[in-house]
């Protein structure tokens, strides 16, 4: 096994991942609490009842501490429906219920906002967004419909996005023979048998997250390299039948094999037809959306 190999098979039984989004706090002030109208407003008790301290649920979210996990919890609970559009969100409310301070709620509310999922305006007060507005290409919100009862068109959406952005991403990837990215992506199809040979389902799933992420960053398309992380993301949640890998498979593992070997070989066709075989989906294959993931 090569170094990077053991490495990385070593590094994803604890890796954790996060984007941290400070700042603007003082646009959520507490005083517009009195001025929200009160009809209508979020049965908190009615959700998670393990959700009474943020603090108490180690939840799988892209942020880091309380805010972190205040994001995670209040973004399933408006996208699963429980908090729904128009619904007022007091932020000293939501203090007392998650037992956390006005800091965190601002910033947890801040972060909402840029995903689309909330709105802050003067005399209003922050409220829930229609599904309209939503930034659904978020990796976060993603996450959260692929959890949720939105799960079966989240898989499908994904799944029919992944069949427009990679088969042209190979192909348009062949034409940038850059020899490091050649030899990482190989070395992403050697970590994936190793993992596979030992029954690591975890470092195979974050190998091959890398593997498409970095295929679609070489592609030389810029706005197909922003695409990439939702790519990631799309792997972590949907499942792996969409993507013809929801459990490692010699099969799955062959189809890498091939694209890497296209790609180095500089033959676009041929990268783009073993990417859209991996993307095939097998009807037979058991559709099974995993637990939201822990850490």
Same mark, same amino acid.
């Given at each position: 096994?090569?170094?990077?190999?053991?490495?990385?098979?070593?590094?994803?039984?604890?890796?954790?991942?996060?984007?941290?989004?400070?700042?603007?706090?003082?646009?959520?002030?507490?005083?517009?609490?009195?001025?929200? @109208? #009160?009809?209508?407003? *979020?049965?908190?008790? +009615?959700?998670?009842? $393990?959700?009474? =301290?943020?603090?108490? %649920?180690?939840?799988?979210?892209?942020?880091?501490?309380?805010?972190?996990?205040?994001?995670?919890?209040?973004?399933?609970?408006?996208?699963?429906?429980?908090?729904?559009? @128009? #619904?007022?969100?007091? *932020?000293?409310?939501? +203090?007392?219920?998650? $037992?956390?301070? =006005?800091?965190?709620? %601002?910033?947890?509310?801040?972060?909402?906002?840029?995903?689309?999922?909330?709105?802050?305006?003067?005399?209003?007060?922050?409220?829930?967004?229609?599904?309209?507005?939503?930034?659904?290409?978020?990796?976060?919100?993603?996450?959260?419909?692929?959890?949720?009862?939105? =799960?079966?068109?989240? %898989?499908?959406?994904?799944?029919?996005?992944?069949?427009?952005?990679?088969?042209?991403?190979?192909?348009?990837?062949?034409?940038?023979?850059?020899?490091?990215?050649?030899?990482?992506?190989?070395?992403?199809?050697?970590?994936?048998?190793?993992?596979?040979?030992?029954?690591?389902?975890?470092?195979?799933s974050r190998a091959d997250a890398e593997f498409h992420s970095?295929?679609?960053?070489?592609?030389?398309?810029?706005?197909?390299?922003?695409?990439?992380?939702?790519?990631?993301?799309?792997?972590?949640?949907?499942?792996?039948?969409?993507?013809?890998?929801?459990?490692?498979?010699?099969?799955?593992?062959?189809?890498?094999?091939?694209?890497?070997?296209?790609?180095?070989?500089?033959?676009?066709?041929?990268?783009?037809?073993?990417?859209?075989?991996?993307?095939?989906?097998?009807?037979?294959?058991?559709?099974?959306?995993?637990?939201?993931?822990?850490?």
């Amino acid at each position: 096994m090569s170094t990077l190999a053991h490495t990385m098979m070593t590094a994803a039984r604890s890796a954790d991942s996060g984007l941290a989004g400070p700042g603007e706090l003082d646009r959520y002030p507490y005083a517009e609490a009195a001025a929200v @109208d #009160r009809v209508g407003a *979020p049965v908190w008790d +009615g959700a998670d009842p $393990e959700l009474g =301290r943020v603090g108490r %649920r180690a939840a799988g979210s892209r942020g880091r501490g309380l805010h972190g996990q205040l994001v995670q919890q209040l973004g399933q609970m408006i996208v699963s429906g429980d908090l729904g559009a @128009d #619904r007022p969100l007091v *932020p000293e409310e939501i +203090g007392q219920r998650f $037992e956390v301070s =006005r800091t965190v709620v %601002r910033e947890s509310l801040r972060v909402l906002e840029a995903k689309g999922l909330v709105s802050a305006r003067p005399n209003v007060g922050t409220r829930v967004r229609p599904v309209s507005d939503w930034n659904l290409l978020d990796p976060d919100i993603i996450e959260w419909r692929a959890f949720g009862p939105q =799960r079966d068109d989240q %898989r499908r959406e994904l799944s029919e996005l992944r069949w427009t952005i990679e088969p042209l991403a190979a192909r348009l990837a062949a034409g940038h023979g850059r020899e490091d990215v050649q030899q990482r992506l190989a070395d992403m199809v050697e970590i994936m048998g190793h993992a596979m040979a030992q029954g690591d389902a975890l470092t195979f799933s974050r190998a091959d997250a890398e593997f498409h992420s970095l295929l679609i960053q070489v592609s030389g398309n810029r706005m197909l390299e922003h695409l990439s992380g939702i790519v990631s993301a799309a792997l972590q949640v949907s499942g792996g039948p969409v993507a013809g890998c929801d459990r490692p498979t010699e099969a799955s593992l062959a189809h890498h094999g091939r694209i890497a070997d296209a790609l180095a070989a500089g033959d676009g066709g041929a990268a783009e037809t073993a990417m859209r075989q991996l993307l095939t989906v097998h009807p037979e294959v058991e559709r099974v959306v995993p637990a939201p993931r822990e850490h």
